[in-house]
């Protein structure tokens, strides 16, 4: 297996929000490794070899430009890279499953079982394979079980877990400053020497000490916990912003009262439409079926609910909308100012305000949506009939209603 000394070249599958940044940062502090993120879509690698990458990242630009051509490479040849490679990184989606056992709640892990079979069927050599997906308790398992079925004679995997902990907007900043690296691995010699291997990779810039190493479980469990905690939060707020209307009090004021309470601290207590984005729907609802299929239905409801109270504040926002303008929007023209999930990303998936102009179209409004990050495509392949405005001046202009949606944490 692999020794901490013999990473020299590093291959990521998947050029998306989490495999491109990751990929850049690690370029940009270990000039030393070469680099290569792969993709099947020619369109998203000839993205990252633009002017225009395919997404918006602050910082981003800039470190991309500093480190391509050097030891920063996108492509398409997934074989080269991967008979190159010493660490592979698996940046693939893993969406809620929309058909089948599990569908509305489980993840879709189509895409990690489509990447574990093309590593073994490639792989000369022996590989860390890392898991930098959301993934279920035990996937890397699973993963371990696809690569030993169908590897080849004399090859050996580590698969660890080390889940991403990266917010839209301020990912660059996540990961050059990270809270904590963690990876997760089998409690083995071989394991541990796959795990000190990643370790000094992070370590080019990430303190030792910020550095927790785990079991594979743990680790793969850490980070549902995490989005789960982080989106009760927003969706305990969110229940008490509906309690502050009814009965005169001001949210921002309790919310403030109770962010000063060192045991609970102010973070993630903005009460907002409810939280998007591709993570924390998405990983809630993972721990649901996680739940459930532990036989743990008290559990699964306890989470359900945080998702409950989410949908429950975009549809409350939109019926203010609807009673403010005299109990109906039809043919009223409304502006929205803020199509993706939060502000600083042009990501739009699960976005409050996707939910919102469906319900305000469906009302018989008339849209008009300004974002400067978001794509005018992207726009119209969520919704139909809006109007896309280049100017935000054009869009408030002779509008009914002009509501700025508020930042989602």
């Known amino acids: 297996m692999s020794s901490e000394s013999s990473i020299t070249h590093i291959c990521c599958i998947g050029a998306g929000y989490v495999g491109g940044p990751t990929c850049a940062i690690i370029a940009l502090k270990c000039p030393e490794i070469t680099v290569t993120v792969v993709d099947l879509s020619a369109e998203r690698i000839n993205q990252w070899n633009s002017d225009n990458l395919p997404i918006f990242e602050l910082g981003l630009d800039e470190i991309v430009k500093q480190r391509r051509g050097r030891n920063l490479f996108f492509s398409t040849d997934i074989k080269k890279a991967i008979l190159e490679s010493q660490l592979i990184f698996v940046c693939v989606n893993t969406p809620t499953k929309t058909y089948g056992i599990g569908k509305g709640s489980a993840a879709d892990l189509r895409y990690l079982e489509s990447a574990a079979r093309m590593i073994a069927s490639i792989a000369e050599t022996n590989k860390i394979v890392v898991e930098k997906s959301t993934v279920p308790v035990r996937a890397a398992e699973s993963v371990l079980d696809i690569l030993s079925a169908n590897h080849r004679s004399g090859v050996r995997y580590q698969v660890l877990s080390n889940p991403e902990f990266l917010a839209e907007g301020t990912a660059i900043n996540d990961l050059l400053n990270p809270d904590r690296v963690l990876i997760g691995g089998e409690q083995t010699e071989a394991g541990h020497a796959a795990i000190n291997a990643l370790c000094s990779v992070y370590e080019h810039w990430v303190p030792r000490e910020k550095i927790i190493t785990m079991n594979t479980w743990s680790s793969e469990l850490s980070k549902l916990a995490a989005n789960a905690f982080l989106a009760q939060r927003i969706s305990s707020i969110n229940s008490m912003s509906a309690i502050c209307e009814a009965t005169g009090a001001d949210v921002s004021e309790v919310s403030n009262?109770?962010?000063?309470?060192?045991?609970?601290?102010?973070?993630?207590?903005?009460?907002?439409?409810?939280?998007?984005?591709?993570?924390?729907?998405?990983?809630?609802?993972?721990?649901?079926?996680?739940?459930?299929?532990?036989?743990?239905?008290?559990?699964?409801?306890?989470?359900?609910?945080?998702?409950?109270?989410?949908?429950?504040?975009?549809?409350?926002?939109?019926?203010?909308?609807?009673?403010?303008?005299?109990?109906?929007?039809?043919?009223?023209?409304?502006?929205?100012?803020?199509?993706?999930?939060?502000?600083?990303?042009?990501?739009?998936?699960?976005?409050?305000?996707?939910?919102?102009?469906?319900?305000?179209?469906?009302?018989?409004?008339?849209?008009?949506?300004?974002?400067?990050?978001?794509?005018?495509?992207?726009?119209?392949?969520?919704?139909?009939?809006?109007?896309?405005?280049?100017?935000?001046?054009?869009?408030?202009?002779?509008?009914?209603?002009?509501?700025?949606?508020?930042?989602?944490?």
């Open 257 to 409: 009262a109770i962010g000063r309470d060192s045991r609970i601290g102010p973070k993630f207590l903005t009460a907002s439409l409810g939280f998007g984005g591709s993570c924390f729907q998405k990983d809630v609802l993972n721990l649901v079926y996680l739940s459930g299929s532990l036989n743990l239905p008290e559990v699964a409801a306890y989470w359900q609910q945080v998702i409950e109270m989410n949908e429950f504040q975009k549809r409350r926002f939109v019926n203010r909308i609807i009673s403010t303008l005299f109990n109906t929007v039809t043919n009223k023209k409304i502006a929205l100012f803020g199509f993706a999930f939060k502000k600083d990303t042009g990501d739009t998936r699960e976005s409050a305000s996707i939910t919102v102009c469906k319900y305000l179209l469906e009302e018989g409004a008339k849209i008009s949506i300004y974002d400067p990050q978001v794509k005018v495509d992207q726009i119209l392949l969520e919704l139909k009939c809006p109007s896309v405005c280049a100017d935000p001046k054009q869009g408030a202009f002779s509008c009914s209603f002009v509501k700025y949606l508020v930042s989602i944490m």
